[in-house]
């Protein structure tokens, strides 16, 4: 059922310790304030090798490899998130665009071997996406990742099932997955691709909480 990122050795070679350090600068710079209001491509696209080495040790991708500088990207947002396994995948399936999958199995294993995926519709608009619209989108994605850890194994079942059987329900859930994404730094990337909040709404809510953009 489902509705809709480490570094070591740094002992070892030079690569590793100049991660450390910019893993160093990422872990003081955490506030939704520090990050960039606009990633560009030609710029990241250079910075792929550090990228991977800072957060790309533990993501797996399926057919989704030109996936792979907007997810490294959005994981840079949620700390939490570095320390788990993410899949994504691209492949023919029914329902949404891009959806955050739900594993029962994932409550029940230690918290090493859980696997987020991210399941993207092949051929959908997704892939076409430019690149901030990416991050936006898996950001919002790796917000229900940290929705399911709040809540636990019970809390998710409940909260799934309300999902599917309430309209009102799941458009909250949806809108505080896109606070959560707001609050890791990614508000000034919904302004142009939010499904849930308008800009307006985005906007009030950054105010609120003295975030740029
Ligand atoms: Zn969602």
Do not use: W
């Not at 002992?11 to 990422?26: E, Q, T």
């Amino acid at each position: 059922m489902s509705i809709s990122c480490q570094y070591h050795q740094y002992l070892v070679r030079p690569i590793g310790l100049f991660a450390l350090l910019l893993a160093s600068a990422v872990a003081i710079a955490q506030t939704a304030n520090d990050f960039p209001k606009t990633y560009s491509d030609i710029d990241y696209s250079q910075k792929i090798d550090s990228l991977r080495n800072l957060y790309g040790q533990k993501i797996s991708y399926q057919n989704a490899e030109q996936m792979e500088l907007a997810t490294l990207l959005a994981v840079s947002h949620y700390p939490l998130l570095q320390n788990r396994k993410i899949k994504v995948i691209i492949r023919k399936v029914k329902g949404a665009p891009v959806e955050a999958s739900f594993s029962p199995f994932n409550f029940i294993k230690p918290r090493k071997s859980k696997i987020y995926k991210i399941i993207i519709h092949e051929n959908s608009f997704m892939e076409r996406l430019g690149l901030n619209k990416q991050i936006a989108a898996l950001g919002h994605e790796m917000a229900h990742f940290i929705q399911y850890e709040e809540r636990g194994y019970f809390g998710t079942l409940f909260g799934l099932l309300r999902y599917v059987s309430s309209d009102k329900y799941r458009i909250t859930f949806e809108k505080k997955a896109d606070k959560v994404a707001i609050d890791h730094g990614l508000g000034p990337l919904m302004f142009d691709f939010s499904f849930y909040t308008s800009k307006e709404e985005i906007k009030i809510y950054m105010d609120e909480k003295g975030y740029g953009y």
